[in-house]
T-cell receptor, first 113, second 111 residues
Framework: DAGVIQSPRHEVTEMGQEVTLRCKPI?????LFWYRQTMMRGLELLIY????????DSGMPEDRFSAKMPNASFSTLKIQPSEPRDSAVYFC???????????FGPGTRLTVL | QQQVKQSPQSLIVQKGGIPIINCAYE??????FPWYQQFPGKGPALLIA?????SEKKEGRFTISFNKSAKQFSLHIMDSQPGDSATYFC??????????FGTGTSLTVIP
């Protein structure tokens, strides 16, 4: 099993640009989570999906952030326009209903200049 | 509002020592308390977890102690090794898959 796959692993962009982060969950998992990790705030849940449907997006910081899950094997997190304060590591995780363990991807380190 | 409060922020111990990381929560509806371990450049990975119907759980050198009345739980690492150097996160959830994570503890085990 390849685990949760995220791309790109590193992204450097300039303020105002659109950024798209991608995630492929573990096959068969029906929950998908997007987290942001910073030194100041630790791991923050941004949004999570169940069976491709967004369940709770209360953690999405601003309207500049949006997430989609068009099918069971793919999700995107988009930031438009990006700002320097969005610089962080973004993790995607997936889990299987009935099993509380979340499996995290390797993360995308985003730097907005 | 931080649902789960974790301390200390960082910890340095000698090899063989027993680092202890503490977490506290307020919501008594939480029913699942995992600890995740994260190495640099990697995503967090489940280390050990406990439910509130038991007061202690051991897996190898890792032990969770759970105090339901105090709404606190802690991670103990017995005979710590340099390879245990990592960031540790506690978390809590309510019957769903939504986790509330602590802010993390950076552990360094000195050889």
């Amino acid at each position: 099993d390849a685990g949760v796959i995220q791309s790109p692993r590193h992204e450097v962009t300039e303020m105002g640009q659109e950024v798209t982060l991608r995630c492929k969950p573990i096959s068969g998992h029906d929950y998908l989570f997007w987290y942001r990790q910073t030194m100041m705030r630790g791991l923050e849940l941004l949004i999570y999906f169940n069976n491709n449907v967004p369940i709770d997006d209360s953690g999405m910081p601003e309207d500049r952030f949006s997430a989609k899950m068009p099918n069971a094997s793919f999700s995107t997190l988009k930031i438009q326009p990006s700002e320097p304060r969005d610089s962080a590591v973004y993790f995607c995780a997936s889990s299987l209903r009935g099993n509380n363990e979340q499996f995290f991807g390797p993360g995308t380190r985003l730097t907005v200049l | 509002q931080q649902q789960v409060k974790q301390s200390p922020q960082s910890l340095i111990v000698q090899k063989g020592g027993i680092p202890i990381i503490n977490c506290a929560y307020e919501n008594t509806a939480f029913d699942y308390f995992p600890w995740y371990q994260q190495f640099p450049g990697k995503g967090p990975a489940l280390l050990i977890a406990i439910r509130p119907d038991v007061s202690e759980k051991k897996e190898g050198r890792f032990t969770i102690s759970f105090n339901k009345s105090a709404k606190q739980f802690s991670l103990h690492i017995m005979d710590s090794q340099p390879g245990d150097s990592a960031t540790y996160f506690c978390a809590a959830s309510i019957a769903s898959n939504q986790f509330y994570f602590g802010t993390g503890t950076s552990l360094t085990v000195i050889p």
